[in-house]
């Protein structure tokens, strides 16, 4: 592995592959932390809710913008360089959301109206499981309300994946692996100190 795939692993959230070449690389171990801070910001769940189509065209309009207002051609050389190294950073940010789910489940509509629809696409990640729920149909949470999504085991184990107040698209994190915390629902909940799930579910899954 070269330096930059050690690097290009590193940032696409492959840690364990880039660690053999990070360990026997003097360069690489100085880079690591600042590539560790790219990982994080890349791991945003902002940046991964901001569709970055437009992103390039922003940058270099900011760039004609910036050559026009200056009289120093070194300026200018700085926009093209940050710009130029936005670009890079955009095309990574689309690679990574273009990554296929590693599962697409559909849910039910349960309290939900029966025109309602959820579907969560999964990844299986190093740190848990990045889930983008999609929702159509539902009507905003009331005041003091919430949907919450929900992973629970086997056993009844239940972690929180997050929150969302109505329909679009959701971006969600959970700390546990889907293998060991399979069913995925979610509920409407109260704004309150009860962190539990109530018993008033939404969507669930089939079966
Ligand atoms: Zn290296």
């Known amino acids: 592995m070269s330096c930059d795939d050690a690097r290009a692993a590193l940032l696409a959230g492959d840690i364990e592959s880039a660690a053999s070449h990070i360990a026997g690389c003097r360069s690489c171990r100085a880079d690591e932390a600042s590539w560790q801070r790219w990982r994080e ?3 945003e769940p902002s940046i991964w809710e901001e569709p970055s189509d437009h992103l390039a065209a922003r940058i270099f309009e900011r760039v004609e913008n910036a050559a ?16 130029a190294f936005l670009v890079v950073l955009a095309g990574a940010l689309v690679f990574a959301n273009g990554r296929s789910p590693d599962w ?6 349960i309290a939900a109206d029966p025109g309602t629809s959820a579907v969560v696409n999964g990844w299986n990640t190093s740190t848990g499981t990045r889930m983008e729920l999609r929702v159509a149909g539902i009507t905003p949470a009331p005041d003091g309300h919430y949907y919450e999504i929900w992973m629970t ?7 929180s994946a997050g929150t969302f107040r109505a329909e679009g698209t959701v971006s969600a994190w959970a700390a546990v692996r889907r293998s060991d915390f399979p069913r995925i629902w979610i509920t409407l909940e109260k704004i309150d100190d009860n962190l539990g799930p109530s018993p008033t579910t939404y969507f669930d899954m089939v079966g």
């Open 153 to 159: 085991a086997p056993d009844g184990r239940h972690v």
């Open 68 to 83: 026009r207002g200056s009289r120093f051609s070194r300026l200018r050389w700085l926009w093209a360089g940050a710009a």
């Open 104 to 109: 697409s489940i559909p849910l039910v509509a």
């Open 41 to 43: 910001m890349l791991m």
